[in-house]
T-cell receptor
Framework: GDSVTQMEGPVTLSEEAFLTINCTYT??????LFWYVQYPGEGLQLLLK?????DKGSNKGFEATYRKETTSFHLEKGSVQVSDSAVYFC?????????????FGKGTHLIIQP | DVKVTQSSRYLVKRTGEKVFLECVQD?????MFWYRQDPGLGLRLIYF???????EKGDIPEGYSVSREKKERFSLILESASTNQTSMYLC?????????????FGPGTRLTVT
């Protein structure tokens, strides 16, 4: 079946550092790929997405590129802020039928220190 | 703004009780989902629905059932709660299936079964 693997953390960085959170996937078809973020005490919200190979999703300074050849969708940001502290989930959508249930990775807890 | 609301933020129930978790969305979305979130396991899909009275099993449906009598409301039912169902439960909704559709999440219900 489908699966998503991401580094679990916690990942601790200083403010203005460069961020990479690795995500690789296994899927039988051609999935859409997502990064969701969960701030403390809140539900998940979509950060960015890509629906086909070589697409780049971007939002709030975060970027990720859909790499079919390496089955990866790594999240990057050039300069992190304390407000980026959250749990980040990589996910894919590859289900048949009438709805797109998501398959999630286990989440990466990111801590940014001032 | 899309709003997905869940009936309770925190719930404490006893083993063997019947438990209802309610979810309501206000954006006329066709698809609705129930996930559970556990530390170290990420989010896992329990059930989803792509239309009124329609339901499909996700990855971990055992011990759960669902009900969708109206388009805006999707209920998760624990027929006889057990301690291993202590978890955070997240509801989500999305428009009818189209590649890469965003899912909108509620704030979650933290259920404790004692």
């Amino acid at each position: 079946g489908d699966s998503v693997t991401q580094m679990e953390g916690p990942v601790t960085l200083s403010e203005e550092a460069f961020l990479t959170i690795n995500c690789t996937y296994t899927a039988t078809g051609y999935p859409s790929l997502f990064w969701y973020v969960q701030y403390p005490g809140e539900g998940l919200q979509l950060l960015l997405k890509a629906t086909k190979a070589d697409d780049k999703g971007s939002n709030k300074g975060f970027e990720a590129t859909y790499r079919k050849e390496t089955t990866s969708f790594h999240l990057e940001k050039g300069s992190v802020q304390v407000s980026d502290s959250a749990v980040y989930f990589c996910a894919l959508s590859d289900r048949g039928g009438g709805a797109d249930g998501l398959t999630f990775g286990k989440g990466t807890h990111l801590i940014i220190q001032p | 703004d899309v709003k997905v609301t869940q009936s309770s933020r925190y719930l404490v129930k006893r083993t063997g009780e019947k438990v209802f978790l309610e979810c309501v969305q206000d954006m006329d979305h066709e698809n609705m989902f129930w996930y559970r979130q556990d530390p170290g396991l990420g989010l896992r899909l329990i059930y989803f629905s792509y239309d009124v009275k329609m339901k499909e099993k996700g990855d971990i449906p055992e011990g759960y059932s669902v009900s969708r009598e109206k388009k805006e409301r999707f209920s998760l039912i624990l027929e006889s709660a057990s301690t291993n169902q202590t978890s955070m439960y997240l509801c989500a909704s999305s428009l009818a299936s189209q590649r890469g559709r965003e899912q909108y999440f509620g704030p979650g219900t933290r259920l404790t079964v004692t």
